[in-house]
């Protein structure tokens, strides 16, 4: 069973940064992308940054400037380095990875439990 999980979560002051961390367990072939969600209470989840296997990368624009992905291939890792963090970015982050386990199965979307984010002075 494939597995993601998240790690790096904390409480920060306005201005400081954390580093996320994604790692999978499991079966895996072949990862079509990886990315990162997050969800704060009474809100909907909303995408952060996704990196598409091939080259392609796309970061939300609230966060663009200030939080960077970096993917691991070889690994099945992917980090979320989160600058500058504001009040607003209170929230879970879920680890998220489109998966094929096995050649010739079926590619399917897998989350992590989260990790939580706190932006507080």
């Known amino acids: 069973q494939v597995q993601l999980v998240e790690s790096g979560g904390g409480l920060v002051q306005p201005g400081g940064s954390l580093r996320l961390s994604c790692i999978t367990h499991g079966n895996i072939f072949s990862i079509y992308s990886m990315g990162w969600y997050r969800q704060a209470p009474g809100s909907e989840r909303e995408q952060v940054a996704v990196?598409?296997?091939?080259?392609?990368?796309r970061v939300a624009d609230s966060v663009k400037d200030r939080f960077t992905i970096t993917r691991d291939n070889a690994k099945n890792t992917i980090d979320l380095q989160m600058n500058s963090l504001k009040p607003e970015d209170t929230a879970k982050y879920y680890c998220?990875?489109?998966?094929?386990?096995?050649?010739?199965?079926?590619?399917?979307?897998?989350w992590g439990q989260g990790t939580q984010v706190t932006v507080s002075a």
């Open positions: 998220n990875a489109l998966i094929r386990t096995i050649q010739g199965g079926p590619v399917r979307n897998y």
């Open positions: 990196d598409i296997t091939g080259g392609i990368t």
